[in-house]
């Protein structure tokens, strides 16, 4: 059974920073692509950020410009989200996911977690 389980959400206020961490079970984690997506109420499921399977190129959404980070560490099954300079804006669910193309499109990507709350507050 596959399971993306995230942790590391939680209430910071603006400017303050978060890390947050996917472990990933029941799969060859290096085998997949890995994204980070959130979702904040009433609106669509958003892109933030994805990194290819060994690790050595990432990409994000145009809204990050430089404050968030993804990495990931295939020995511990891991995917992580630094985020840096938050603002009330950054409120959000967030998700990771496990696909198999490195893509912004949410239809590439298999596997999903259940999210994890970010709450800025101004």
């Known amino acids: 059974q596959v399971q993306l389980a995230e942790s590391g959400g939680g209430l910071v206020q603006a400017g303050g920073s978060l890390r947050l961490s996917c472990a990933v079970s029941?799969?060859?984690?290096?085998?997949?692509?890995m994204g980070w997506f959130r979702q904040a109420p009433g609106k669509e499921r958003e892109f933030v950020a994805a990194?290819?399977?060994?690790?050595?190129?990432?990409f994000y959404g145009d809204f990050v410009k430089g404050r968030f980070t993804i990495s990931r560490d295939n020995a511990k099954n891991t995917v992580f989200l630094q985020m840096n300079s938050l603002k009330p804006e950054d409120t959000a669910v967030y998700y990771c996911?496990?696909?198999?193309?490195?893509?912004?499109?949410?239809?590439?990507?298999?596997?999903w977690g259940q999210g994890t709350q970010v709450t800025v507050s101004s």
């Open positions: 996911a496990a696909g198999g193309s490195l893509s912004p499109n949410k239809r590439e990507y298999e596997y």
């Open positions: 990194i290819n399977r060994s690790g050595s190129s990432a």
């Open positions: 029941g799969r060859t984690f290096s085998d997949d692509v």
